[in-house]
C-alpha cells in the first residue's frame, strides 16, 4: 500500500511542468523517506541494496586493541554477575591458583583468572586477559590437562583471536540495536548489550587456521615452561570421547568451530613425536577440594583471633 501511495506521487510529478519539478522532486524524497523510515523502525529491515551498503560500513570498521580490552572488561564483568564464581577460599579456586597463579603474564597481555561453579565443560578467554574456566572441566581434567586447555585459551588472546572475536560480536550487537555502522567510534553499550555481547564471546566462533595456531601455542607453552607436552594430546582424546557419549550435543556445540578432537589429539601427538618427547599420557589425581592442611590453618587462625577478641573484653 505504502509502495503505491508513493508511486501516484511520483507519477504526478511527471506530468507537472518542469517549472515545479524541483519543488516536487523535494517532496517526492520526504515522502520516500517518511515510508522508509517507518517500515525500518517497525522491521529494521533495511533491504537488499540497503543492507550491502551497511555491510561495507561494518567491513571497514576497526576496532583498536583497547577498545577490544574495555569493551571484553565490561562484558566479563556483566558475566561475573550472572554466574556463580568460585571464592577466594573455594577448592577450585585454589586449585587454578595452585596450577595458573605464575602464568598471569605474557608478551603484551596481562592474565585474570576466574572460576564459574558451572557443570559444563567450557574455558574461555577475552582480549582483556580474563580467563574464565568452568568447575565442570575442572572436573575431568588433571593439572598437566588444564594448563593444556587454558593454554590454548590464552593462545588465543596472545594471537589477537579474542579481540577479532569482539570486533565481530560488537559489530552485530551494534547493527541489532541500530548504532552506526559507518562510525568510527566506538559508541556506549547499555547493561542489557553487554549480557548479549558476553554469551555471545563465549560462543564466538575461531576460524580453523586461528584454533590450530592456539593449539600450537599451547604445546609450546607447556614446552617452555616444563609441563609434560603430552597432556595437550590427552585432553583433547577426552574432548573426543565426550563427543561420542551423554554430553556429545553439548560437547559438539562447544566444539563447532574447532578442528576435529581426534585430528586435534593426533596433531598433538605428532608434535610430541617430532621432538622427541612423546610418551603415552596417564592422568594423574583430580583435586577440586580444600586440602585439609589449609582448613587447619583457617580453622586455627579463626579460633586465635576469637580468643584475642574475648581477651580484650
Known amino acids: 500500500m505504502r509502495n503505491e501511495i508513493a508511486f501516484c506521487y511520483l507519477h504526478l510529478l511527471l506530468n507537472c511542468n518542469y517549472k515545479n519539478m524541483k519543488k516536487k522532486l523535494i517532496i517526492v524524497g520526504l515522502v520516500f523517506a517518511a515510508f522508509g523510515f517507518t517500515k525500518?523502525?517497525?522491521?529494521?529491515?533495511?533491504?537488499?541494496?540497503?543492507l550491502g551498503a551497511v555491510q561495507k560500513g561494518v567491513a571497514g570498521f576497526t576496532l583498536s586493541n583497547t577498545d577490544a580490552a574495555a569493551l571484553s572488561k565490561e562484558a566479563v564483568r556483566k558475566l561475573d554477575s550472572?554466574?556463580?564464581?568460585?571464592?577466594?577460599?573455594?577448592?577450585?579456586?585454589?586449585?587454578?591458583?595452585?596450577?595458573?597463579?605464575?602464568?598471569?603474564?605474557?608478551?603484551?597481555?596481562?592474565?585474570?583468572?576466574?572460576?564459574?561453579?558451572?557443570?559444563?565443560?567450557?574455558?574461555?578467554?577475552?582480549?582483556?586477559?580474563?580467563?574464565?574456566?568452568?568447575?565442570?572441566?575442572?572436573?575431568?581434567?588433571?593439572?598437566?590437562?588444564?594448563?593444556a586447555v587454558i593454554g590454548h585459551e590464552i593462545g588465543h588472546v596472545a594471537n589477537n583471536d579474542s579481540r577479532d572475536a569482539m570486533r565481530a560480536v560488537y559489530q552485530k550487537e551494534a547493527?541489532?540495536?541500530?548504532?552506526?555502522?559507518?562510525?568510527?567510534?566506538?559508541?556506549?553499550?547499555?547493561?542489557?548489550?553487554?549480557?548479549?555481547?558476553?554469551?555471545?564471546?563465549?560462543?564466538?566462533?575461531?576460524?580453523?587456521?586461528?584454533?590450530?595456531?592456539?593449539?600450537?601455542?599451547?604445546?609450546?607453552?607447556?614446552?617452555?615452561?616444563?609441563?609434560?607436552?603430552?597432556?595437550?594430546?590427552?585432553?583433547?582424546?577426552i574432548l573426543a570421547k565426550m563427543s561420542e557419549g551423554a554430553e556429545a550435543s553439548f560437547i559438539d556445540r562447544m566444539m563447532s568451530s574447532h578442528p576435529d578432537s581426534k585430528k586435534r589429539a593426533d596433531d598433538a601427538k605428532l608434535r610430541a613425536e617430532k621432538d622427541g618427547l612423546y610418551k603415552p599420557y596417564v592422568q594423574q589425581k583430580i583435586v577440586n577440594t580444600v586440602p585439609v592442611a589449609t582448613k587447619a590453618t583457617t580453622t586455627k587462625k579463626a579460633t586465635t583471633t576469637k580468643k584475642t577478641t574475648t581477651k580484650k573484653k
Open 175 to 237: 547493527l541489532i540495536d541500530g548504532v552506526s555502522s559507518q562510525s568510527t567510534k566506538v559508541a556506549a553499550v547499555t547493561d542489557s548489550q553487554l549480557g548479549k555481547i558476553g554469551s555471545a564471546l563465549i560462543d564466538s566462533k575461531h576460524s580453523r587456521k586461528q584454533e590450530s595456531e592456539a593449539d600450537l601455542f599451547s604445546y609450546n607453552f607447556l614446552k617452555k615452561n616444563g609441563y609434560n607436552v603430552n597432556a595437550e594430546e590427552s585432553a583433547f582424546r
Open 82 to 147: 550472572v554466574n556463580e564464581v568460585a571464592g577466594p577460599n573455594d577448592g577450585y579456586t585454589l586449585r587454578l591458583n595452585r596450577v595458573f597463579g605464575k602464568h598471569t603474564a605474557g608478551e603484551g597481555y596481562t592474565l585474570n583468572y576466574k572460576v564459574y561453579k558451572v557443570k559444563e565443560v567450557n574455558a574461555f578467554a577475552t582480549a582483556d586477559g580474563s580467563v574464565r574456566v568452568y568447575s565442570g572441566l575442572m572436573d575431568i581434567m588433571d593439572d598437566n590437562e588444564l594448563l
Open 40 to 50: 525500518m523502525n517497525a522491521q529494521i529491515n533495511f533491504g537488499e541494496k540497503a
